[in-house]
């Protein structure tokens, strides 16, 4: 079935770090694919998507590019902030479920230090 | 109005105890959700409602009930709930439609503890 699998955290960097959080997945069909960002004691909200091969999303400094070679759509950030700090989940949105399925990775916990 | 509320923020029910989760959106969106998110993990898909239909249940089990009274609102009714049922339920919607595959918007979530 499909699936996705992200990078374990927790991931610990300092302010103005270059941040990359990975991210592959296993679909049938052509998936569209997700960031969804969750703060602490919020609920999630999309960070950036792209839904076909070699587009790539971005949002607020950060940025993923959908490879189909390989299938990854790797977040990256060039210089992060401590309102960064927050969980981070790639996700697909399951094309033959009619897109109502959204297969969430297990979230990687990023902090961010001054 | 790009936002999805939820009520209540916090809920503490006894294993006996029937209450009803609330969860509203003004977006026009024809499909709702209902997630369980359990801590340090991803949000696990309960229920879908597509066009006021439910389209997919999760093999939820039926101590959870969900309703969809119209286009903009979505409710879930709990009746004797486990302890292990205490987790932060997420409302989310998106636009729906045959063939479109789109982002979600979430709502804050209610925090519910079962005792």
């Known amino acids: 079935g499909d699936s996705v699998t992200q990078m374990e955290g927790p991931v610990t960097l300092s302010e103005e770090a270059f941040l990359t959080i990975n991210c592959t997945y296993t679909?049938?069909?052509?998936?569209?694919l997700f960031w969804y960002v969750q703060y602490p004691g919020e609920g999630l909200q999309l960070l950036l998507k792209a839904t076909k091969a070699d587009d790539k999303g971005s949002n607020k400094g950060f940025e993923a590019t959908y490879r189909k070679e390989t299938t990854s759509f790797h977040l990256e950030k060039g210089s992060v902030q401590v309102s960064d700090s927050a969980v981070y989940f790639c996700?697909?949105?399951?094309?033959?479920?009619?897109?109502?399925?959204?297969?969430f990775g297990a979230g990687t916990r990023l902090f961010v230090k001054a | 109005d790009t936002e999805v509320t939820q009520t209540p923020k916090h809920l503490v029910m006894g294993m006996t105890n029937k209450k009803s989760l609330k969860c509203e959106q003004h977006?026009?969106?024809?499909?709702m959700y209902w997630y369980k998110q359990k801590a340090k993990k991803p949000p696990e898909l309960m229920f879908v409602y597509s066009y006021e239909k439910l389209s997919i249940n999760e093999s939820v089990p039926s101590r959870f009930s969900p309703e969809c009274p119209n286009s903009s609102l979505l409710n879930l009714h709990l009746h004797a709930l486990q302890p292990e049922d205490s987790a932060l339920y997420l409302c989310a919607s998106s636009q729906g439609g045959t063939g479109i595959v789109d982002e979600q918007f979430f709502g804050p979530g209610t925090r519910l503890t079962v005792l």
């Open positions: 977006m026009g969106h024809r499909a």
């Open positions: 996700a697909l949105s399951a094309p033959n479920t009619g897109g109502f399925k959204t297969i």
């Open positions: 679909a049938t069909g052509y998936p569209s």
